[in-house]
């Protein structure tokens, strides 16, 4: 009985500490270089393309409504802050579903990536979309969210942050 006993906790602790090694990068930690594909044109993917300026990257499908809702949103706050790199990544999707969702709800994106050998669930491992990242010129993630972007988190937490990263103007006295 007492074998058992030390059976089930050594058991309890391998499941806990492999569930805690698989979270992804959280703020603080760079943004991983993952192997995506563009969709909207240009080169591959690369780290570099997060440097020199704060970049929001949406991981989004066509199917998920959460991800419908949030284009709007996103389009205001490219609008509000033009400085603002918006990156989507389109995930676990077929490219062919692109096209008519952003006919659809508009496209707040500079540029459209596609995962195509999973390393987004292999880098960032997200349980699903919508996950945003918030990305600082130096390519750390400053904010993350997974899960519908909630308009008083959206508004308490990435627009002031957003607001401290736009560049400072000089007044002439």
């Not at 989507?88 to 596609?114: C, H, M, T, V």
Request: proline letters at 9%; aromatic letters at 10%; glycine letters at 6%.
């Amino acid at each position: 009985m007492r074998l058992n006993f030390f059976v089930l906790m050594a058991l309890a602790f391998v499941v806990i500490s492999t569930q805690c090694s698989k979270r992804g990068p959280s703020e603080n930690d760079p943004f991983p270089a993952l192997t995506l594909a563009p969709l909207s044109g240009g080169s591959a993917w690369s780290p570099e393309m997060l440097k020199g300026k704060t970049t929001l990257i949406q991981v989004f499908a066509a199917w998920c409504p959460h991800c419908a809702n949030e284009m709007d949103d996103l389009a205001a706050l490219k609008k509000r802050f033009p400085n603002l790199q918006v990156i989507g990544i389109f995930w676990n999707d077929e490219p062919a579903n692109l096209k008519p969702f952003l006919q659809r709800f508009g496209n707040p994106y500079d540029s459209i990536w596609r995962d195509t050998n999973d390393s987004v669930n292999r880098q960032l491992k997200i349980p699903g979309v919508p996950a945003i990242y918030v990305v600082d010129g130096t390519g750390v993630i400053r904010q993350h969210y997974k899960g519908a972007l909630r308009p008083e988190v959206r508004d308490a937490y990435l627009i002031p942050y957003l607001e401290l990263q736009q560049p400072k103007t000089e007044t002439i006295r």
